[in-house]
């Protein structure tokens, strides 16, 4: 039974219907002035407990949560000048755990530290001016309780880390001139202008990822040991750099992709195998090595005349509605004009694989694939993504398993906003112990609310 978009929100919070149950909701009033709202969810590493960091245009608070998600309180600060600091980019914990919230301008040379110290009561303030000359900013995340701002500087085949936490920061500067990196028709290319030649993307190995999220050609995971970047930009192999978070050296290692002519090629990372696809208009072929130098590569393949043995879902076409491929070759035939990608997620019975690819329908409705020079067709249309896909459920050894598909808290999270979409607003969604937690804000009610969500799973 599907409930309708006129029963009120509460139904919703209460309904198991959604596989959910309401963790915390806490009275929260954003006052007047949407355009300098603003909210961060800020949970601390390893399940230990949560902020949340909710900004009006003139006051700050940080509402503290316990390591099970209840309420348990709250601060409030003066908000940072909104002419010199334009938003919240990352946060921080101590090491006794007390929040910091990060708040930075356009360009990120100024930024103000807003740390919160809940024993004490106490709110301080710390403010840096980053010495950036002659470089760009990559990426920026929070991730292990600590706030990080990667650069690329003009010159040198280098990676720039600053660190922030608890009123200092540290810088890292790590050279790559040592590793040969080639572009997607095999010729040398230099570290530099890879970077700036395809986006890069942050990957999360814990939590489901739509093909979207991770179709770029180069990403990179985060864990409490290490930072780990996939160059998939060559067709012929992934090439993986690995960065030890203690002592910032580098790691190199190459996996070969299976040979297909003309092939479009992904790969994604998880639990340390490395599963891979490649696929052109006449073959697919999935694959998985582990990352310890002794499992061996074990690869499926189909072609375009047959019939996906390994699948467990129909052939699917999504954009704002799904529809079914009818066969292997129609489905191939899509996947080839856009840019491969593959998805690989740990339900609590099985590895859930995804494989596919994604392409850009423009406004004027010109397809575009997401191109081997890295060019982002956003540039210059608002484009509709197009995703073609199928999902398949394996066993740790990478053996398919012909069960029925369980649904995912991701299915019912995406259920919930869309019959809630004028009801909630600041929505955030992270992966907390074993199951999932969307955060929202109730402009209607005045209230900062956290549910939980499972995937449902064989008992």
């Known amino acids: 039974m599907i409930l309708k978009k006129i029963l009120p929100l509460f139904v919703f919070i209460h309904s198991v219907v959604f596989g959910q149950s309401l963790l915390s909701e806490h009275n929260l009033d954003l006052k007047r002035g949407e355009m300098y709202h603003e909210i961060l969810t800020a949970p601390k590493a390893s399940a230990r407990g949560l902020t949340v960091f909710a900004a009006d245009k003139i006051t700050l608070t940080a509402l503290r949560y316990t390591s099970v998600l209840y309420y348990a309180d709250s601060l409030v600060a003066?908000?940072?000048?909104?002419?010199?600091?334009?938003?919240?980019?990352?946060?921080?914990?101590?090491?006794n755990g007390q929040p910091s919230v990060y708040w930075v301008g356009r360009d990120y040379k100024k930024i103000q530290e807003v740390y919160f110290d809940f024993e004490t009561k106490k709110v301080s303030d710390y403010f840096y001016e980053l010495p950036f000359k002659?470089?760009?900013i990559l990426t920026?995340?929070?991730?292990?309780?600590?706030?990080y701002i990667v650069t690329l500087p003009k010159l040198g085949s280098r990676l720039k880390f600053y660190i922030f936490n608890e009123g200092k920061y540290i810088q890292r500067t790590l050279d790559f001139s040592k590793f040969n990196f080639t572009d997607a028709k095999d010729r040398p290319i230099s570290f530099n202008r890879l970077l700036e030649s395809y986006p890069l993307q942050k990957t999360d190995e814990n939590s489901y990822m739509q093909l979207p999220d991770v179709a770029a050609k180069l990403k990179f995971y985060v864990s409490n040991k290490a930072i780990v970047f996939t160059f998939d930009q060559n067709p012929a192999f992934t090439q993986i750099i690995s960065i030890d978070t203690d002592t910032f050296t580098i790691a190199e290692k190459k996996v070969s992709q299976t040979a297909l002519n003309d092939a479009k090629t992904n790969s994604f990372m998880l639990y340390g195998q490395l599963y891979q696809l490649a696929l052109n208009k006449d073959e697919l072929v999935l694959s998985c090595t582990g990352l310890d130098s002794v499992s061996q590569t074990k690869i499926l393949k189909v072609e375009a005349e047959e019939a996906i043995a390994f699948k467990n879902s129909p052939l699917l076409l999504q954009t704002d509605r799904q529809i079914e491929i009818k066969d292997t070759k129609k489905f191939l035939r899509r996947a080839n004009s856009g840019n491969a990608a593959i998805s690989v997620y740990r339900t609590p019975n099985d590895l859930l694989v995804v494989a596919g690819a994604v392409r850009y329908i423009a406004s004027s409705g010109y397809i575009m694939g997401l191109s081997d020079a890295g060019i982002d067709p956003s540039d210059m249309f608002p484009p509709e993504v197009q995703t073609v896909y199928f999902e398949s459920l394996f066993d740790d050894g990478f053996v398919h398993k012909d069960v029925p598909q369980q649904r995912l808290a991701a299915d019912y999270m995406g259920q919930f906003m869309a019959q809630n979409e004028r009801s909630i607003s600041f929505q955030s969604i992270f992966k907390y112990d074993y199951y999932y937690v969307l955060g929202?804000?109730?402009a209607r009610q005045k209230k900062y609310v956290l549910l939980r969500f499972e995937d449902d799973f064989v008992r």
């Open 140 to 147: 920026t995340f929070s991730e292990n309780n600590s706030f």
């Open 440 to 442: 929202f804000y109730d």
């Open 78 to 95: 003066d908000r940072p000048d909104i002419y010199e600091y334009n938003q919240m980019a990352g946060y921080s914990y101590s090491a």
């Open 134 to 136: 002659d470089e760009e």
